[in-house]
């Protein structure tokens, strides 16, 4: 990704990860390209991602020293970083996906969200950089 005007989303776990100052990130060669990114105003985040966090949180797999709908609050408030709504065209194309992906609804919305965006997707998960690997949507291993 050499254009840093280029829309990035960035995957669930790397907002939370990037938000809490996870060593992951903080050693991550994608820092760079984010900083740059958020010179610009052009860090996303999908709708479903705010959902996800309140599952993870509610069922006791990350915790937070705040509340939840907080964090959410201050993290989508995070200079350069912004939400995209589930629109009914990310919501036909998660249901549309070209070539063969798993059936997990916020990984096929964030998919869909990716492609529709034109953005490229910061992500760890194996299922989604294998698909980004088929050249389906523009991926970044984090």
Do not use: Q
């Given at each position: 990704?050499?254009?840093?005007?280029?829309?990035?989303?960035?995957?669930?776990?790397?907002?939370?990860?990037?938000?809490?100052?996870?060593?992951?990130?903080?050693?991550?060669?994608?820092?760079?390209?984010?900083?740059?990114?958020?010179?610009?105003?052009?860090?996303?985040?999908?709708?479903?991602?705010?959902?996800?966090?309140?599952?993870?949180?509610?069922?006791?797999?990350?915790?937070?020293?705040?509340d939840c709908l907080d964090?959410?609050?201050?993290?989508?408030?995070?200079?350069?970083?912004?939400?995209?709504?589930?629109?009914?065209?990310?919501?036909?194309?998660?249901?549309?996906?070209?070539?063969?992906?798993?059936?997990?609804?916020?990984?096929?919305?964030?998919?869909?969200?990716?492609?529709?965006?034109?953005?490229?997707?910061?992500?760890?998960?194996?299922?989604?950089?294998?698909?980004?690997?088929?050249?389906?949507?523009?991926?970044?291993?984090?």
């Amino acid at each position: 990704m050499n254009d840093s005007k280029e829309l990035i989303l960035l995957d669930t776990h790397v907002w939370l990860w990037l938000l809490n100052g996870e060593e992951k990130m903080t050693n991550s060669p994608c820092l760079s390209l984010i900083e740059n990114a958020v010179k610009y105003s052009n860090i996303r985040v999908s709708a479903i991602s705010v959902w996800e966090v309140g599952m993870l949180e509610s069922k006791g797999r990350i915790k937070f020293p705040i509340d939840c709908l907080d964090w959410v609050h201050n993290a989508l408030n995070a200079p350069g970083i912004s939400m995209v709504p589930i629109t009914p065209e990310i919501a036909i194309e998660s249901s549309r996906l070209p070539g063969k992906f798993h059936g997990d609804p916020a990984d096929r919305i964030i998919v869909a969200t990716v492609r529709k965006l034109g953005a490229t997707l910061l992500s760890h998960d194996r299922n989604i950089l294998l698909y980004g690997k088929k050249k389906y949507l523009k991926i970044i291993k984090t």
